[in-house]
Every structure is written in structure tokens, then in C-alpha cells.
């Protein structure tokens, strides 16, 4: 089955610098590729995804490169702000649905 | 309110004692799932549903038996679980086709066993 692993566990940056957050898949089967955040209490919710026959996608601060032949994808987080301090997931899915997620970067945004 | 919704939001139970998770979902999807959230294992697949047949059992112990009687609702049935068990446990759902796509969660339900 796939495999998701993700880097790293913990993130610290000041306000205003950027943060990456790196995820590597083990199923080549695997063409979608979600990002979600989860603030303290509440529910996983997308912030961004991208399938395989794109390798960068960019929405304001936040953008997502994928490297398919690495099986490697990371999330770029520009100009941080306080609100961005949350737990992080990428996940790697494929036909039928099936998400696999990562274990989660709890990046912390310091003034 | 729309969405996914699950309840009760918190629940204690004895080790002894049968309860149920619910979940609804209000968007049309043909998917439903069942995740386990904890320390150890932040997002743990339990159960995937598609078009209302159990397409996955990710090696969930008999005490978690989940019930999906249409695209709609996805049940939780708990018994005779384990402090270790305690955790989050939270319902997604989407909409299945030729690919991957974006699955949408519930809050959760807190679940303490004591």
C-alpha cells in the first residue's frame, strides 16, 4: 500500500519568513496530492492540492511542488503570518479515493 | 448546518459500555470514511465506504464496527473498547471518481475511555 512520509515533525519561523514542509510517496499509482490545515480544535480542512500532471500550483502565499519522478512533494508557505500556526498534513491519493496521509508538521509562527 | 456533521462531540465511556459515532454528510458524496486521530498516529485511516460498501478495513480491531446504510450516514459502533482507543475520531467524506479528490471532514468526536 502507499506510504507517506513527511518532514519535518516540528517547524518554528518568524513572522514574515517562509516555511517548507516536504513529503515523500511510495505508490507511483498515486495522482493527487492534498495539503490540509488543522488549527487547534478543529477539523482537517484543504488549503491546496495538485495531480500529476502538474508540478506547481501557487494560490497567494501558499504554493505546492511536485516531483513525480522523485516522488517527492512539498508545500511552500511565503511572508508566515501568526494565523498560520496550525498542524499541517499532506496526503497522496488515487483512484478510488483512497487518502493516505503524512504524520503531520505543527509549524508554529513567531512574532 | 452543512457539510459533514458528526456527533456527539465528546463521549466517555466505560470499557464495558456500547455506544455509536454518527456521521452525515450533506454534500452529495459517494464516499465516506472513518479516521483515527491520537498522539501517535496523527491521521490513521479506519474504514473507507464507497457507494455504501465497505471497500477497506485498514486491520481495525472487531471492537470498532462501522455501518453505512446509505451515501449519507456512516455509523461507529463501539464496544468493549480500550483506554488506548481513546482518541479523536473523525468522519470525512468525498466524491469518488477516476481520481483522487478532496475529502472533506467532520469536527470530530472526542472519544475518552475510562
Known amino acids: 500500500g502507499e506510504n507517506v512520509e513527511q518532514h519535518p515533525s516540528t517547524l518554528s519561523v518568524q513572522e514574515g519568513d517562509s516555511a517548507v514542509i516536504k513529503c515523500t510517496y511510495s505508490?507511483?499509482?498515486?495522482?493527487?496530492f492534498p495539503w490540509y490545515k488543522q488549527e487547534l480544535g478543529k477539523r482537517p480542512q484543504l488549503i491546496i492540492d495538485?495531480?500529476?500532471?502538474?508540478g506547481e500550483k501557487k494560490d497567494q502565499r501558499i504554493a505546492v511542488t511536485l516531483n513525480k519522478t522523485a516522488k517527492h512533494f512539498s508545500l511552500h508557505i511565503t511572508e508566515t503570518q501568526p494565523e498560520d500556526s496550525a498542524v499541517y498534513f499532506c496526503?497522496?491519493?488515487?483512484?478510488?479515493?483512497?487518502?493516505?496521509f503524512g504524520t503531520g508538521t505543527q509549524l508554529k509562527v513567531e512574532l | 448546518e452543512t457539510g459533514v456533521t458528526q456527533t456527539p462531540r465528546h463521549l466517555v465511556m466505560g470499557m464495558t459500555n456500547k455506544k455509536s459515532l454518527k456521521c452525515e454528510q450533506h454534500?452529495?458524496?459517494?464516499?465516506m470514511y472513518w479516521y483515527k486521530q491520537s498522539a501517535k498516529k496523527p491521521l490513521e485511516l479506519m474504514f473507507v465506504?464507497?457507494?455504501?460498501?465497505?471497500?477497506e478495513n485498514n486491520s481495525v480491531p472487531s471492537r470498532f464496527s462501522p455501518e453505512c446504510p446509505n451515501s449519507s450516514h456512516l455509523f461507529l459502533h463501539l464496544h468493549t473498547l480500550q483506554p488506548e482507543d481513546s482518541a479523536l475520531y473523525l468522519c470525512?467524506?468525498?466524491?469518488?471518481?477516476?481520481?483522487?479528490?478532496?475529502?472533506?471532514f467532520g469536527q470530530g468526536t472526542r472519544l475518552t475511555v475510562v
Open positions: 470525512a467524506s468525498s466524491q469518488v471518481r477516476g481520481g483522487g479528490t478532496e475529502a472533506f
Open positions: 505508490d507511483s499509482a498515486s495522482n493527487y
Open positions: 495538485i495531480r500529476s500532471n502538474v
Open positions: 496526503a497522496a491519493g488515487r483512484k478510488g479515493n483512497k487518502l493516505t
Open positions: 454534500l452529495g458524496h459517494n464516499a
Open positions: 465506504y464507497s457507494l455504501e460498501e465497505r471497500v
